[in-house]
């Protein structure tokens, strides 16, 4: 069953250059990631120092995979190391109201 991840970053502006730079090597990444589905990038209105990241996986297990990656954890290690920059990562599956 499928799964969506969310990421909530939270950036002060003046490291954003660096956080974007982050992103957008996981953006070259993920999409070869056995499992990706698709995946998008918001800026709350209300707080333009939060972004978050919505990902689509076939399952737990492909998110997993990736998730515990060199690539992904080198890329995320670069990201903790940037003052003022938190990451906190939620997974949800679908379930039935019926």
Same mark, same amino acid.
């Given at each position: 069953?499928?799964?969506?991840? %969310?990421?909530?970053?939270? #950036?002060?502006?003046?490291?954003?250059?660096?956080? %974007?730079? #982050? =992103? +957008?090597?996981?953006? =070259?990444? !993920?999409?070869?990631?056995?499992?990706?589905?698709?995946?998008?990038?918001? +800026? /709350?209105?209300?707080?333009?120092?939060?972004?978050?990241?919505?990902?689509? $996986? %076939?399952?737990?297990?492909? $998110?997993? *995979? $990736?998730?515990? /990656?060199?690539? +992904?954890?080198?890329?995320?290690?670069?990201?903790? *190391?940037?003052?003022? !920059?938190?990451?906190?990562?939620? !997974?949800? +599956?679908?379930?039935?109201?019926?």
């Amino acid at each position: 069953m499928s799964v969506k991840v %969310f990421i909530k970053r939270t #950036c002060p502006k003046d490291r954003e250059k660096e956080l %974007f730079k #982050c =992103i +957008r090597a996981f953006r =070259i990444l !993920v999409p070869k990631q056995s499992g990706y589905i698709s995946g998008e990038y918001l +800026r /709350s209105i209300d707080n333009p120092n939060e972004i978050v990241t919505i990902s689509t $996986w %076939f399952s737990h297990e492909d $998110w997993l *995979a $990736w998730f515990n /990656s060199d690539e +992904r954890n080198e890329i995320q290690k670069e990201i903790d *190391a940037i003052d003022g !920059v938190t990451s906190e990562h939620r !997974v949800y +599956r679908y379930i039935k109201t019926r």
